[in-house]
């Protein structure tokens, strides 16, 4: 029988009474009032301030101020929800500081200045964090205890690479191109109004965007993959807008080494995820779905058959959760040596 994410392991106890300081940058966006949120309830946050560039409260009445006025001083961390570009130097002058950082930007995520530059077509703000490391705790934990700064992956990538990692840790994929077809919800968007997002654009179509090699997150998954598995194929990459509010579903075709059973692969997954508290692996043959995983904030994850040595790999989230928001308090509390499901589950 498969454990579903409210089963994973909210045993776990809290030993520690330590409280840290918070503040959040960009405190108006989706991700940012989600993020508010949690770090409300957050057993071992307080939250010292918000920033907006716009407005003065949010509609709880929660002030706000401007980034240029945050009280560097008064926090332990900070969570950047800021714009591609304008996120690097907060980061940078936080970290300066002394503050740690987390930031949901893209501006950390890839460890070479030139490829950033490459792929969002502008100068890289601080390239003096590069590499930094990359927050995806299910495959790089170790690197997140204790670190200074944290690059915290979106939604596309992280259900992406939650299909890919245990085969890609096994070495199992072969050098045939790897299909990932993803489909999002309109909050993936952002909440700035966009012609693309408005109600009457989104219902009822199902729309492919930058598909193909041309989307930004391609060398973010392959800088990914490659550390985990030189010598697989280059991904394909498809994603889609849904008229969902939240959700991401990532199906992703992959072909294995010639060695390589269904069995054998799916034992690396039970493998790889088997103490994960924020992952729900579905028995062999049963795909994730987007509601099994909406609103919550862990993946969903199924492997199946497709013909031969093809595998169709399954990955739902929520894209503003795990592929957002709850991943970078999971990162906050492995930074911080808590308790690394503290206000989540």
Known sequence: ????????????????????????????????????????THPHATLQFATSERESALEDGTPLIRAEEAPLDSVDAVFLCLPNGVSGSVAARAVAAGVRVIDLSADLRLESAALYEQTYKMPHPAPQLLPAPYGLPEITRATLRNARYIANPGCHVTATLLALYP???AGALSDAP???????????????????????EVYGDVKPYNIGRQHRHVPE??????????????????????????????????????????????????DAYADEPLIALHPPGRAARIREAAHRNGAVIGVSEGDGKTLILTCAIDNLRKGASAQAVQNFNLMFGLPETAGLL
Do not use: N
């Open 1 to 40: 029988m498969a454990r579903t994410l409210s089963d994973a392991s909210s045993s776990i106890a809290t030993t520690t009474t330590r409280t840290l300081r918070v503040g959040v940058f960009g405190a108006t966006g989706y991700t940012g009032q989600l993020l508010l949120d949690l770090l409300r």
């Open 167 to 169: 085969l890609a840790r």
């Open 178 to 200: 790897i299909i990932a077809d993803t489909k999002t919800g309109v909050s993936g968007a952002g909440r700035e109004p966009k012609p693309e997002s408005m109600f009457c």
């Open 221 to 270: 998954i392959e800088q990914a993959l490659r550390k985990l598995q030189a010598d697989c194929g280059r991904l394909i990459f498809a994603p889609h807008l849904v008229p969902l509010e939240v959700g991401l579903l990532a199906t992703v075709y992959a072909t294995l080494k010639p060695e390589w059973t269904l069995e054998r692969a799916y034992a690396a997954y039970q």
